[in-house]
């Protein structure tokens, strides 16, 4: 049984960082895609950044260059390092795995993703 369960949210002042940590349970496909998505209050859920089995990363526009998506080398933890934060990027924000490997620019438009953690609330004061 797979399981994912992120960590690391909090509040923090604009500007500063923060690094999110999702553990993977049981999650042991040679090929994966994983990667993070937020929901901000009121708002619809987006994909944030991407990462597959072949390292290739994909990030939504506005956090280029701000964050960076990483995954250990024995699939055990997923990562999101959250530099220069911004107001805007308060949201709950959920990891999720593919059983599969997706190509990470479709990542984010996948409907049917197999696994969810159940999120952490990043909040960021102006």
């Known amino acids: 049984q797979v399981q994912l369960a992120e960590s690391g949210g909090g509040s923090v002042q604009a500007g500063g960082s923060l690094r999110l940590s999702c553990a993977l349970s049981g999650y042991n496909y040679r090929s994966y895609s994983m990667g993070w998505f937020r929901q901000p209050p009121g708002n619809a859920r987006e994909g944030v950044a991407a990462i597959d089995s072949d390292g290739i990363t994909h990030y939504r526009e506005s956090v280029k260059g701000r964050f960076k998506i990483s995954v250990d080398n024995a699939k055990t933890t997923l990562y999101l390092q959250m530099d220069a934060l911004q107001p805007e990027d308060t949201a709950v924000y959920y990891c999720?795995?593919?059983?599969?490997?997706?190509?990470?620019?479709?990542?984010?438009?996948?409907?049917?993703?197999?696994?969810w953690g159940k999120g952490t609330l990043v909040t960021v004061a102006s």
């Open positions: 999720a795995a593919a059983n599969w490997r997706i190509a990470p620019t479709m990542f984010f438009d996948y409907n049917d993703m197999e696994y």
